[in-house]
């Protein structure tokens, strides 16, 4: 399985910006997707993850509100809408896949992914 986003990018806050990660080797509704992303000297944050099959999608506690997750199974692709964006958004964001059945309430939890993708890079200016 392959993971590929796209979309990042130097946006001023109060903009938009919508996230692709196109997915190879697999089709995505075999797999459990995932959205992380990881600031300058943070931890790597869960945003949303959608699940295999007919999707469930969750989100972090704080992600709430100005980020949607979705998918597009003709296209192989999810997809992360980021609305609002704040300075403290700034950050690599980085699509994430497994092909192993995740319990909802670990679904925001790194170690249950196989499959990363290169980060796309996300610069909010104020």
């Known amino acids: 399985v392959q993971l590929v986003e796209s979309g990042g990018g130097l946006v001023q806050a109060g903009g938009s910006l919508n996230l692709s990660c196109v997915v190879s080797g697999l089709h995505v509704t075999m797999l459990n997707m995932a959205w992380f992303r990881q600031g300058a000297g943070k931890e790597r944050e869960f945003i949303a993850s959608i699940t295999w099959g007919t999707p469930n999608i969750y989100y972090g506690d704080s992600m709430k509100g100005r980020f949607t997750a979705s998918r597009d199974s003709a296209k192989n692709t999810v997809y992360l809408q980021t609305d609002s964006l704040k300075v403290d958004d700034t950050a690599v964001y980085y699509c994430?896949?497994?092909?192993?059945?995740?319990?909802?309430?670990?679904?925001?939890?790194?170690?249950?992914?196989?499959?990363w993708g290169q980060g796309t890079q996300v610069t909010v200016s104020s």
């Open positions: 994430a896949a497994s092909t192993s059945g995740i319990l909802p309430q670990a679904m925001g939890l790194q170690r249950q992914y196989h499959y």
